[in-house]
Nanobody, 124 residues
Framework: QVQLVESGGGLVQAGGSLRLSCVAS????????MAWFRQAPGKERKIVAA????????RYEDSVKGRFTISRDDAKNTVYLQMDGLKPEDTAIYYC?????????????????WGQGTQVTVSS
């Protein structure tokens, strides 16, 4: 059974940092592109960052470039999202997603497997 489990969310003040983790099981992790999406209340789910199967290519949504870093540790079947310089507009539920592909998809419909989400709240 393929499963993604996120952790690391919480409440932080503006300017602070959080590191999200997503542990995968039931799949060949090293063959999957991994991504973080976020969804704020009343808004659509959007890509935050994505990383290819080897970790050699990453892409970021424009508003998080220079503040967020996605990485992966295949030995731990884990993908991370380091979030620095957090802003109130980063408040959302953050979801981990995976797809067995050599590409780096950026839309939710392209990803096959999803975690349950973790809440990130940034206070001003």
């Amino acid at each position: 059974q393929v499963q993604l489990v996120e952790s690391g969310g919480g409440l932080v003040q503006a300017g602070g940092s959080l590191r999200l983790s997503c542990v995968a099981s039931g799949m060949t992790f090293s063959a999957h592109a991994m991504a973080w999406f976020r969804q704020a209340p009343g808004k659509e789910r959007k890509i935050v960052a994505a990383i290819n199967w080897s970790g050699s290519f990453t892409r970021y949504e424009d508003s998080v470039k220079g503040r967020f870093t996605i990485s992966r540790d295949d030995a731990k079947n884990t993908v991370y999202l380091q979030m620095d310089g957090l802003k109130p507009e980063d408040t959302a539920i953050y979801y981990c997603a995976s797809k067995r592909t050599a590409d780096v998809p950026t839309t939710p419909t392209e990803y096959a497997t999803w975690g349950q989400g973790t809440q990130v709240t940034v206070s001003s």
